[in-house]
DNA sequence: TATTGGATTTGATATAAATCAATAAATTTA
DNA sequence: TAAATTTATTGATTTATATCAAATCCAATA
């Protein structure tokens, strides 16, 4: 742990203003904002942002990159929970227990904001708006969960497959980037992860939407042909 | 929903000291939180305490009872999230987008504890130590969730039952009931929503289980005849 | 640039759980 | 209390995906 922090270089100033907190607030708010966030942090590509049971002192943000969250169970085995891009808050299970439940990684160089938890707490004290904004947060996060779990476990490995490239896409594009062109940042075993399919379904899975004619792979380059197509075996494919 | 609220009784002031709120306050802060309470309500078997999509104005706790958390996907199905029981808070959901995301339904009578969101709000900005509470709490629930997912997604069929079985039976524990004899008060359609397995297999696995020796059941009523057999055989199943 | 090791693909086979179907038990309602 | 309805059990069969195994691709590195 000693040497990742080695590893990540400050870099300059993080503005809030630049990430997608969840609420309605004037620029004033947002100036006072800002002084969350002090210190910003590269964390490059296989580095550990933090790791499951490291004491909790900040939040983070996303500012560019890509990273995972992930769990190791206690047979060692890694699950992932899901993956982060730019303006997404990481760490939020660490409010629990003080100390994070899941570890992050990035799969991409990646810029991270640091939101210390006392700066939180202290600005919080005389800025009420900040209480709301993290319970909203914190809300989000549950109802993600929720709504992934009632997802995932009712669908058959094409529509997991689907499901998964449709919300890379969909994210991508609320990023300005092509929402139907783009590089898998991580492996076939963390998709299969992540959907709970074996790296070989995940691979045969995406042949068969190749093979249908709705997307087409090159390696870790994804390119949806036929973004209707996809959806529409999305609910034609739903029992 | 109007009928609903008819049949809510109010009853008897509600402490929140008989709560289980996870934090280490004083008796004198305790005094304080107390009137984040204001009244409490009845919720009879089969009855609704909030439905997905209604007004969040307060959040629950549940002071005896037994109840489920559900979700109804677009296509009308049910899916079951959780059970809950004495001690526990229910519709943290609620501050993601001012309305509850899911439903909660009483499989048995009821009784809960209202908290008012605005009295929340109220309290928390001369009372510092609640905002720390909330976090904790709406924390814990994403900790919770992300468990769950790890766990039920790479269990069988009796591993997931298992779990289940014990998982219900420490929580009787942790409120002085028994343990390893309880009354199931959902339907084995909803166990099998909960653990993602279809009725048979939810039936079938119980009486393996029977014929194991390990449980014994009469209907609803279930009785855990070695539950360290039944801790094992949780572990032996694990590849 | 060749070598090495990990990641991916592809095929053959096994298997756990779903589905289909029919009966039985338990609850609700008349 | 009987009838009706819902819930649960049990068996036969199917199926989607896991598992096993081998080949190929790709990226790191020496």
Known sequence: MA???????????????????????TDADMTQ???????KIKVRKKEYLYRQGDEFNSIYAVRV????TAITNSQGEE???GFNMSGELLGLDGFANNKYESSVVALHDSEICVIEKNRIDEISQTFHPLQNCLQKILSTEIVRNNNLSISMSSMNAEQKIS???????????M????????ILRMTRSEIGSYVDLT???????LRKLESMGVI???????????????????ISCQT
């Open 199 to 205: 790296i070989e379904t995940v691979s045969r899975t």
């Open 33 to 39: 904002l800002d002084v969350l966030v002090k210190t």
């Open 163 to 173: 499901t998964f490239l449709l919300n890379l896409g969909q994210r991508f594009k």
């Open 175 to 182: 990023r300005n980037q092509s929402e139907n062109h783009f």
């Open 65 to 68: 990159g890509f990273l995972k």
């Open 3 to 25: 040497e990742d922090q080695k590893i990540k270089e400050k870099c300059s100033d993080c503005s809030v203003r630049e990430l997608c907190f969840p609420m309605e607030i």
């Open 216 to 234: 087409k792979i090159h390696s870790k380059l994804i390119k949806i042909i036929d973004i209707n197509k996809l959806k529409e075996n999305l």
């Open 79 to 81: 699950k992932i929970l």
